[in-house]
């Protein structure tokens, strides 16, 4: 059920003035959706990575063209929207898809249940001689800027990825509720990233993203997300060390504990030894 974005906030709000995180985390399937609200998750985002993710393909999956990524989450919707109970969903929303119809989709995930929209898949996460090509070529980050506000207008709740200081200043003056500081792909498991931030760095880059979103509003949330803070001590070590007020992960809620818990439940079916008698 599609919940108000500022009841939201002032349930987020009012967390943190316990001194208790927000903590969001992406869903690629519905049994991911329904015991993360069962482990007493804030918000949970589902975007096409967790399809692909769940999948057993690496997130970055979601950023090549596999798929159209906006009517994956259309489609992922009916799994996951079905399965949560309380918890605000929110979408990612490939904001340069050039044929997406923005108003009208928007209006339509409103429709689905939906509480609110992230930006992903994100140009954010490209680099180099490409990303650059995308920004000449009308595909780059502002667009998913405009997009974020854009939502904000029809009063959804946005929580954009942003990567450096002046992203999160452009997303800070688009209306954006939530900054999430991304770090880059999740570390560890099977098909996680291995060249990666170090915490501390992290917990640099992340304060200048906080700071610099602050600079525009003083109410703005920011939670961090990615790279190395993948394991509860690292979200732990970053909301000891930066002035944030939570952690969204993606791989860390569900790809990583899955990995574990069918490889461990795997093995203790085949260590079991048969009664033979001769």
């Known amino acids: ?85 309380s918890t605000p969903v929110i979408a990612g929303v490939c904001g340069v898809d050039p044929f997406m119809l923005r108003d009208h989709f928007l209006k339509e995930l409103i429709d689905l249940g939906f509480s609110g929209i992230q930006n992903f898949p994100t140009v954010g996460l490209i680099d180099g001689t490409f990303r650059a090509n995308l920004e000449e070529t009308g595909m780059g980050y502002d ?24 992203q999160a200043v452009q997303m800070a003056e688009a209306g954006a509720d939530i900054l999430v500081a991304h770090m880059g792909l999740t570390t560890g498991g099977a098909i996680g990233a291995e060249t990666a931030n170090s915490l501390d760095a992290c917990v640099r880059r992340v304060s200048e993203i906080a700071e610099a979103g602050r600079s525009v509003r003083t109410d703005i949330l ?12 690292d979200a732990k070590f970053m909301l000891e060390n930066c002035d944030i007020h939570g952690f969204y992960g993606a791989s860390s809620m569900e790809r990583l504990p899955t990995e574990t818990a069918i490889r461990d439940q795997v093995q203790q079916f085949v260590d079991l030894k048969l009664n033979r008698t001769n």
């Open 143 to 166: 667009l998913e800027v405009e997009c974020v506000a854009a939502a904000r207008k029809l009063e959804l709740l946005t929580t954009p990825y942003v990567f450096d200081p002046e």
């Open 222 to 233: 920011v939670l961090c997300h990615g790279g190395p803070i993948s394991m509860p001590e």
């Open 1 to 85: 059920m599609r919940q108000n974005r500022t009841e939201i906030l002032n349930r987020f709000h009012a967390k943190i003035s316990e001194g208790k995180p927000i903590v969001g985390g992406g869903a690629g399937t519905g049994i991911s959706a329904k015991c993360e609200e069962a482990g007493g998750i804030d918000l949970i985002v589902i975007y096409n990575s967790g399809r692909f993710r769940m999948a057993g393909r690496g997130s970055l999956s979601g950023l090549l063209p596999f798929g159209n990524a906006n009517e994956i989450v259309k489609d992922m919707a009916k799994e996951v929207l079905t399965t949560v109970k």
